[in-house]
């Protein structure tokens, strides 16, 4: 799929390859300014190569890129993406949106509820927006200025996104704590936290926006990492071995390696496919999922494998292949867990006709 990309895509994946391979080493403050002067930190509401936002195989070609590279946090390299604040009132794009894009406001995104029976709320009193419930695992609040919060406006429990400032009066961040992957999360309460009505989200579509470029993204980073891995791995195994030969000539660890060529084979591909689709069709929730699910657990077992194949060594801590493999087992939980996301594929069928091979 990547061979028959448009040869401005090529390009702009060449480019941005180039950049990253000339400045690798430098710190995360550096390599940010660099990304801005480049214009490639931006990408996803200004393109490089033509008016507007980049679009989804753009995005997914320089994040492949980053992870491809061994980087494991792009967000110094590409900047937050617009998500469900695409397309707002000139009011938000002001005040949240544009502040967001600049780096000046840090946004977080509230979904996971922390009692499913009872989902977060929100219903109308007196012309202001009255939420409360309770989010479970929000990452960066801490330190976002706002959150986006997924919610069920009463009486007839419409999902809708609202717009809240995090130090809104009635918000309360009860815990926080360390994720494996060495991301930061918050349990955060709604006690009748009041909004004005125009920063609820109308467009019904944005939460399931918010949701498709996330698990795009990781679709992406997991690629990335598994190809990142399995050269790391093919020098790891080309070496010379104490037992005699190196490994790469013993066949038990041929089979083995092979697999994971294939299954990354296999994931790039669905990851391109899919970036396409989203350029042309309108439901495409089913395809992005199979793809985030697929890719996922792809990267999780080439690392898992890399890792037995290389040796106690890999699991040093600080060693790439650690690393990735606690960046890669979040990933199989976070944007959904993936046995919810397969229950969602099959009731995407059998209950909505929806979805395609
Ligand atoms: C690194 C990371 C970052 C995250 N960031 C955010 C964030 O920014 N914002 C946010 O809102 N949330 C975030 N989350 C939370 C994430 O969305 C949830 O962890 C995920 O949706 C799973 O929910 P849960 O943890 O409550 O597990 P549960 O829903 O309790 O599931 C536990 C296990 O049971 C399985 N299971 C549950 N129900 C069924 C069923 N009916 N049939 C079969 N199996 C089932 C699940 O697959 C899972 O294996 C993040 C999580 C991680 C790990």
């Known amino acids: 799929m ?3 990309l448009a040869p401005e895509l090529k390009m702009f994946r060449d480019k941005f390859q ?3 391979n000339e400045n690798i080493n430098l710190n995360a403050q550096a390599m940010r300014s660099k990304s801005i002067e480049k214009g490639f930190y931006s990408i996803s509401h200004q393109s490089t190569l033509h008016d507007g936002p980049a679009n989804a195989l753009e995005m997914v070609i320089a ?7 061994g980087i494991l946090d792009h967000s110094n390299i590409i900047g937050p993406d617009p998500g469900a604040l695409m397309n707002c009132s000139d009011e938000i794009k002001n005040n949240y949106l544009d502040p967001m894009l600049k780096g000046d406001k840090k946004a977080s995104f509230a979904f996971t509820e922390n009692d499913f029976k009872n989902p977060t709320t929100a219903e109308l009193i007196d012309s202001q927006v009255i939420i409360n419930g309770k989010k479970s695992y929000v990452s960066r609040a801490v330190d976002s200025d706002f959150m986006l919060v997924v919610l069920n406006f009463k009486p007839d429990n419409s999902r809708f996104v609202a717009i809240v400032d995090s130090n809104s009066e009635g918000i309360s961040l009860n815990q ?3 994720s494996l992957d060495g991301s ?3 349990e955060v309460t ?6 004005p009505q125009n920063l609820l989200l109308k467009n019904v579509q944005a939460a399931t926006q918010n949701i498709l470029q996330e698990r795009l993204e990781m679709s992406a980073i997991s690629v990335g990492l598994a190809i990142f891995t399995i050269n790391e791995l093919t020098a790891n195994l080309l070496k010379p071995h104490r037992s005699g030969a190196s490994l790469s000539d013993r066949e038990g660890i041929r089979l083995k390696y092979s697999d994971l060529r294939i299954n990354t084979y296999a994931a790039r591909s669905m990851l391109y496919r899919t970036a396409t689709l989203l350029e042309g069709y309108e439901n495409v929730i089913n395809e992005v999922t199979a793809t985030k699910i697929f890719c996922t657990e792809t990267a999780f077992n080439v690392v898992d494998t890399a890792i037995q194949l290389s040796g106690g060594e890999s699991l040093i801590v600080g060693n790439h292949l650690e690393a990735i493999f606690r960046k890669t087992r979040s990933m199989k939980l976070a944007g959904g867990s993936n046995e919810i996301l397969r229950l969602n594929i099959s009731k995407g069928i059998f209950e909505f006709d929806s979805g395609i091979l």
């Open 184 to 186: 930061t999360h918050s």
């Open 63 to 69: 994040r492949e890129s980053v992870a491809s590279s």
């Open 190 to 195: 709604f006690d009748n936290v009041q909004i």
């Open 176 to 178: 926080t704590f360390e």
């Open 18 to 20: 180039h950049f990253l």
């Open 2 to 4: 990547t061979e028959f």
